[in-house]
């Protein structure tokens, strides 16, 4: 009985560790996520751009995560004539490293499932 106590109370701390370090690994791309947000508002995306209906709907953005890796949307953020010749996005080049950074992270969850 002591025994059978003493392997669910480390069961209990295991798995209550695990829990921490997932909320630990969890909370920078939340972060990261949540500055991708603020940069999408703070660039004016959404004068060309829409997600779950905001913005322009000419340019839905609810499933580009799911179409794009997050290399190619830091490719089409920075040059998108590089990616599609007759893009009339402008480039965003002189974006920030952290701010191209975060804006792919918070792109990359619109799927949609995730949207």
Do not use: F, W
């Amino acid at each position: 009985m002591m025994r059978s106590l003493a392997v669910a109370i480390a069961l209990s701390l295991g798995l209550g560790m695990s829990g921490l370090r997932a909320a630990e690994t969890a909370g920078p791309d939340a972060e990261k996520v949540k500055k991708g947000q603020q940069v999408y508002a703070a660039q004016h995306c959404s004068m060309c751009h829409s997600i779950a209906g905001k913005g322009n709907p000419k340019n839905a953005l609810d499933d580009v995560g799911s179409k794009m890796t997050a290399d190619e949307l830091k490719k089409y953020i920075v040059n998108p004539k590089s990616v599609k010749a007759d893009s009339k996005m402008k480039a965003y080049s002189s974006l920030p490293a952290d701010d191209l950074d975060a804006l792919v992270a918070y792109l990359s969850t619109l799927t949609k499932k995730g949207s």
